[in-house]
């Protein structure tokens, strides 16, 4: 478990068999638990750096949004 909130948790699940990295958001609501899942080759640690940065903001969005349009986004952050 990665972190824990009042209705949610955040999983970090890795199978042992294939190696493969799972991300897991499990909260409770009136209409009973709601499980998301995302497949990833993140490890938990990198997991858990990204999920202490806190909520995005529309600016980041636009921030990004603008990055990926550049000419050389790619040679640049390889």
């Known amino acids: 478990m990665l972190e824990e909130l009042e209705d949610s948790h955040l999983l970090h699940v890795k199978c042992k068999v ?3 990295n799972l991300v ?3 909260t409770m609501g009136e209409q009973g638990m709601n499980l998301v899942g995302i497949l ?3 490890n938990s640690e990198e997991v858990e750096s990204i999920s202490s ?3 995005l903001k529309a600016d980041d969005i636009m ?3 603008i990055a990926l349009h550049k000419k050389d986004f790619i040679k640049e952050n390889i």
Do not use: N, Q, Y
């Open 18 to 20: 294939c190696e493969s």
């Open 24 to 26: 897991v958001m499990v």
């Open 40 to 42: 990833t080759d993140l």
């Open 53 to 55: 940065r806190g909520i």
């Open 63 to 65: 921030d990004l949004h």
